[in-house]
Nanobody, 123 residues
Framework: QVQLVDSGGGLVQAGGSLRLSCAAS????????MGWFRQAPGKEREFVAA????????AYANSVKGRFTISRDNAKNTVYLQMNSLKPEDTAVYYC????????????????WGQGTQVTVSS
């Protein structure tokens, strides 16, 4: 089992940057594939990015490709989401997630979730 704690959200102007972090407990972090999802008010949770357990494979939603970068440091049990050129439509609560089913865009494939961190982008 793993516990995830999301952090790094905040208020930023359009065009700005934020880096989200997700710290995991436990000794088996390097076994998990990790994902970032987001949920805006009144909308379903949507996939943002994912990274394989060793960091070799990544995947991105088309809406963030070229602006966001997912990475991980297994020695620190942490996964990151660097978000650049932020847009108002990126405003949402961002969640990290851990699972064993590969680099996947499906929320149901992930077993563990962080509590979420709010990102607000003003125009």
């Amino acid at each position: 089992q793993v516990q995830l704690v999301d952090s790094g959200g905040g208020l930023v102007q359009a065009g700005g940057s934020l880096r989200l972090s997700c710290a995991a407990s436990g000794r088996t972090f390097s076994m998990y594939h990790m994902g970032w999802f987001r949920q805006a008010p009144g909308k379903e949770r949507e996939f943002v990015a994912a990274i394989s357990s060793r960091g070799v494979t990544t995947a991105y939603a088309n809406s963030v490709k070229g602006r966001f970068t997912i990475s991980r440091d297994n020695a620190k049990n942490t996964v990151y989401l660097q978000m650049n050129s932020l847009k108002p439509e990126d405003t949402a609560v961002y969640y990290c997630a851990a699972g064993f089913k590969g680099v996947t865009t499906t929320p149901d494939a992930y077993n563990y979730w962080g509590q979420g961190t709010q990102v607000t982008v003003s125009s």
